[in-house]
């Protein structure tokens, strides 16, 4: 289980696991694809794309690279297919992002996300994995 | 959290920790026990430890818990001294409220509600990231962000009363659109004239009651008057002009010297590069909302007219007003009998300037500012008018709508195997969406009854009752 919902009286709240900090990030991202939209489609080859951000911490972080990878929807249109984390320091994250045009007969709009909030934002370590919760405006 | 009630129709947040100012909840016996329930009052008491806040923190009957300031709250800060912060006026800056008169009853609409719903469908573009027919340059973007309702003026999308009728009439004079990213003005491109998903709407409703006929007179409002509402705001600009500053002043806060209890407080001192940059960018987004609006009023008129065939002048569709409750204003207020300049905060709340004020147009300016509150959609709508009293107690604020009951989860639970449309229909309500989910997430019972909102207001005295309205046709995004 990468991520599950949250019953939260927030609109849409999710908590995320990774054994690693890295694998943590990578969820987050597939958390908030997944979110997004549903591909009915065939999967195909895309070009990467190099990202770096940056925080002041673990939960600034967290929230900057998702509000990087919202806006490439919101702002842009697209749907990003995978997210690699390629390095990963404290506070700074490069990932290596694939992503395609929507396509308003290929995908499928589930939510309608806004913003990644600071709201309640969690990054920790729980037992022997990384967690954190992030809570979406929609 | 102490709660303390002062009386009927006011509760106090008690004073404590870091606390600046104490918390004041307009809210009624019934009403109040849902709030203690929520995050809200611990918000309203977060805000109250900002600094250069004023008086006290307040919350309308409509709060519920938001990012950072709770929604129905209005802070104002001391403009020399105090913070400004974009999670006390909202990712949708400038969201608001249209109210627009038609020379229409009941009998010339009724038979072709379904028609006019279709039509609204086919012409408004709603809905998740939707975008419309207007497709700008970048120069001419920047031109809506200086200019707001006027642009559309300019293109032949507006008559010069509905200018007259719009709260600072469309266009906030500090606008900058060098303080926006590329991102922002990016985003703004091709929303123009779009409704937006979620709690946007246009609606057709009718006058059901009158309360108070002379002031409703003056609005040009009368019993079993067709009229048009329609609520949305400044789409994906405002969104990101909010997350790019909320970014930055979270990551500059230390600055400042204090803690923030919640980082979505995030703020800057007005009189700092920060702040003013904000400020500046902030109207940028609230004129692109005005202009959107009043192109989205346009299109309605056009709708209206095809299908009813008639002309401008049979429809008579004038505007009665226009408010923005997501905003942060320059205004004077009187504090200790003493005339101050202060940033008033507006985050789910709505102006309510009093008769005489200046900042009311000549139009209205004998009996008080228009104030309107939508409801759900299957109940009513609101018609209020500004007080003196909204002056002194509330830095001229009062409520923006119901506010929300359930969460949209929770709302999608109990409407699942519902029909929400067939159960609005049966009560003569047609309704078209967009968004999957929207009509779930935005049945009636997901909000507060209005009128139980619009009833503290009116008992507290800070708005009076004109007019209430219900819906006939609504288009949600």
Partial sequence: MKYKMIDHTADLGIEVFGSTLIDLFENAAWALSDLLTDDTGNPHPLPDTSITVSGQDWPDLMVNWLRELLYLFTGKDMIVKSAKIVSLSEYTLTANVKYEPFLSYRHIIKNDIKAATYHQIIV??????WKTRIIFDV | MELRKIDDYRWEVVKTGQMRVPGIIYAGDSMIESIKQEEAVKQVANVATLPGIIRASLAMPDIHWGYGFPIGGVAAFDWETGIISPGGVGYDINCGVRLAGTSLTEKDVKKKLEDLVNSLYQNIPSGVGSTGNIKLAYSEEKKVLKEGSKWALRHGMAYESDIENTEDFGCMPNADPDAISDKALERGLKQLGTLGSGNHF??????????????????????????????????????????????????????????????????????????????????????????????????????????????????????????CHNIAKKETHVVDGEKRVLC??????????????????????????????????????????????????????TCHGAGRVLSRTAALKKSKGRSIQRELEDKGIYVRWTGRSTLGEEMPEAYKNVSEVVNVVHGAGIARK????????????
């Fill in chain 2, 344 to 397: 008033v905060h507006r985050k789910g709340a709505t102006r309510a300037f009093p008769p005489g004020h200046e900042s009311v147009c000549e139009k209205y300016r004998a009996v008080g500012q228009p104030v309107l509150v939508p409801g759900d959609m299957g109940r009513a709508s609101y018609v209020l008018v500004g007080t003196e009293n909204a002056m002194k107690e509330t830095f001229g604020s």
């Fill in chain 2, 202 to 323: 246009l609606e057709i409703g009718l006058v059901e009651k009158i309360y108070d006929p002379e002031v409703a007179r003056v609005f040009g409002l009368f019993e079993g008057q067709v009229t048009v509402m329609l609520h949305s705001g400044s789409r994906g600009l405002g969104y990101q002009v909010c997350d790019d500053f909320l970014a930055h002043m979270a990551k500059n806060i230390k600055k400042i010297g204090f803690e923030i209890p919640d980082r979505q407080l995030a703020c800057a001192m007005i009189q700092s590069s920060d702040g003013m940059r904000y400020f500046n960018a902030m109207a940028c987004a609230a004129n692109y909302a005005w202009a959107n609006r009043q192109i989205l009023m346009h299109k309605a008129r056009e709708v209206l007219m095809h299908v009813l065939k008639i002309g401008p002048r049979d429809l008579g569709m004038n505007l009665v007003y226009d408010v």
């Fill in chain 2, 466 to 477: 004109v007019a209430k309205l219900k819906p006939m046709a609504v288009l949600k995004g």
């Fill in chain 1, 124 to 129: 920790e370590q729980a037992g022997p994995e």
